[in-house]
């Protein structure tokens, strides 16, 4: 068994100063790592002026399992592994969408991908996770796909605004009262963008 940190990195960077913590407190006790899941998500602006959100979920067992499907399953082979990609507009409009699992606990699960193509009309916003369940949860739907549209979402966020930002930027010089008007429409959305923060 092991006590150890999984988040420990020697080689974190903080702008915060050489007092800042850049790891979780010591376990309160000794425990044993036994599921590692990965999420990767990575936004793609397209030279058609569309823009690509693609992601990858991995979970791992520490240890071997007898499976129906697949036999043994060691720790070095994945449990579950999918990707997605979908395509939008710069109004968050999916225009494409598609999804593989390359590893799953069952025989059936590829099945799962047949339905993300339901995705495509649909916007990112509000109700978000609502709508995508509606479209591809349920008995036809893979939990694990339906799971990776959350980090889809924020990522889709984070391009598009990165890069209209960066756009603007290279167009003109921005003061801080246009970056202040740029963010109103942030206001109390976290501690970064809080009214009462001087």
């Known amino acids: 068994m092991s006590s150890g940190n999984p988040h420990k990195n020697s080689t974190i960077t903080t702008p915060y100063g050489i007092n800042h913590s850049t790891e979780l407190?010591?376990?309160?006790?000794?425990?044993?790592?036994?599921h590692k899941r990965q999420i990767t998500s990575n936004g793609y602006v397209r030279i058609d002026g569309l823009f690509d959100i693609e992601a990858e979920l991995t979970d791992h067992k520490t240890y071997s399992f007898p499976s129906d499907f697949r036999g043994e399953v060691t720790p070095d082979?994945?449990?579950?592994?999918?990707?997605?990609?979908?395509?939008?507009?710069?109004?968050?409009?999916?225009?494409?969408?598609?999804a593989i699992t390359v590893t799953g606990p069952y025989v059936v699960c590829p099945k799962a991908n047949d339905v993300f193509t339901k995705l495509v009309g649909l916007k990112i916003g509000p109700g978000w996770r609502r709508k995508v369940q509606a479209?591809?949860?349920?008995r036809h739907g893979c939990?694990?796909?339906?799971?990776?549209?959350?980090?889809?979402a924020t990522t889709a966020y984070q391009t598009l605004y990165g890069h209209e930002a960066r756009e603007r930027r290279q167009k003109t010089h921005f003061s801080d009262a246009d970056k202040q008007s740029e963010r109103s429409h942030l206001r109390n959305s976290?501690?970064?963008?809080?009214?009462?923060?001087?």
């Open 25 to 34: 407190s010591p376990p309160a006790v000794e425990r044993e790592l036994a």
């Open 143 to 152: 939990t694990h796909i339906t799971e990776l549209l959350g980090p889809v």
């Open 135 to 138: 479209a591809i949860g349920g």
């Open 77 to 98: 082979l994945p449990v579950h592994h999918m990707i997605v990609r979908i395509t939008i507009t710069k109004e968050r409009m999916i225009t494409a969408a598609e």
């Open 190 to 198: 976290c501690v970064g963008y809080a009214d009462d923060l001087g």
